[in-house]
């Protein structure tokens, strides 16, 4: 079963708006979290890495600001796309490991956000 | 550039051939390189690959690492339809994770 739930797997909204998508870790303690974005039939392209209790930290070109990343506990990291535009708009991919590279990170099934 | 490059990007093979998919990479920080199964949505994890010529196994896929020539080797015999999907290729350092652009593998019955 999956050990990684994200929620909510679609959302359609106007633009402006700010959503918050959840990744849960649902039976191991996930000290490390990470984002991704996906366009149509290209990679994964990691947006930034949080570690529980401390802030994420960004990749090159990402906006910290516009990506609000938390993660509160060991089981759950939110990222807040604020303001969202239609750019803004892709399918959005969260993984957790319980170390950074000596485990295997397990996805959760990933959020379209489409925005008008 | 820290950076990993997959080949073929796409193939397209009959049910009962068999594929090697290619990952190579650059050395930098090296700590493990990962190959994921990704279908319609999130990737699935198959392989995780830390030491050089110990070769992983499940069912029809295996796995090999070589850590001076930097590349790994993703194998699956006897495909099948459902083994069409994007492979993914993940390099893991201390401080970051990259992932390849994919090899689009397509089974035709």
């Known amino acids: 079963g999956a050990v990684v739930s994200q929620h909510p797997s679609r959302v359609i909204c106007k633009s402006g708006t700010s959503v918050k998508i959840e990744c849960r870790s649902l039976?191991?303690?996930?000290?490390?979290m990470f984002w991704y974005r996906q366009f149509p039939k290209q990679s994964l392209m990691l947006m930034a890495t949080s570690n529980e209790g401390s802030k994420a930290t960004y990749e090159q070109g990402v906006e910290k600001d516009k990506f609000l990343i938390n993660h509160a506990s060991l089981t759950l990291s939110t990222l807040t796309v604020t303001s969202a535009h239609p750019e803004d708009s892709s399918f959005y991919i969260c993984?957790?490991?319980?170390?950074?590279?000596?485990?295997?990170?397990?996805f959760g099934d990933g959020t379209r956000l489409s925005i008008l | 550039e820290d950076k990993v490059v997959q080949s073929p990007l796409s193939l397209v093979v009959h049910e009962g051939d068999t594929v090697t998919l290619n990952c190579s990479y650059e050395?930098?920080?090296?700590?493990?390189l990962l190959w994921y199964k990704q279908e319609k949505k999130a990737p699935t994890f198959l392989f995780m690959l830390t030491s050089s010529g110990i070769e992983k196994k499940s069912g029809r896929l295996s796995s090999i690492l070589d850590k001076k020539e930097l590349f790994s080797i993703l194998n699956i015999t006897a495909t099948q339809t459902g083994d069409s999907a994007v492979y993914l290729c993940?390099?893991?350092?201390?401080?970051?994770?990259?992932f390849g652009p994919g090899t689009s593998l397509s089974v035709i019955p």
């Open positions: 050395v930098t920080n090296f700590r493990s």
């Open positions: 993940m390099k893991t350092s201390y401080d970051k994770v990259i």
């Open positions: 993984s957790a490991s319980y170390r950074l590279s000596n485990q295997p990170q397990h």
């Open positions: 039976d191991f303690q996930a000290t490390t």
